[in-house]
């Protein structure tokens, strides 16, 4: 996978991670969460005797969702924090 292909479904897997635990960590940290949740995401999947990524396809974007999500709940267990958004 190209390091474009990489970016963008990193944004893409970081922007529905941070919508669906609410956190407010912005569009670089998005990203970076995205890309790294991917990483992540690859290696629990890997454990579970699963492919990781595999391209640019929905198995992927969910994939690194997964990776994500479990990356912002470590973040908030170690930092103690909830880091939410409040919608009004």
Do not use: E
């Amino acid at each position: 996978m190209g390091l474009i292909t990489m970016i963008v479904l990193g944004g893409l897997a970081g922007w529905i991670a941070s919508l669906i635990t609410r956190s407010s960590t912005g569009i670089l940290m998005d990203i970076i969460l995205g890309i790294v949740g991917a990483i992540a995401g690859g290696f629990l999947m890997s454990f579970f005797g699963q492919p990781g990524i595999t391209g640019f396809n929905v198995y992927s974007l969910v994939v690194a969702v997964i990776g994500a999500i479990v990356l912002i709940w470590v973040g908030r267990l170690l930092t103690g924090g909830t880091n939410t958004k409040v919608y009004s």
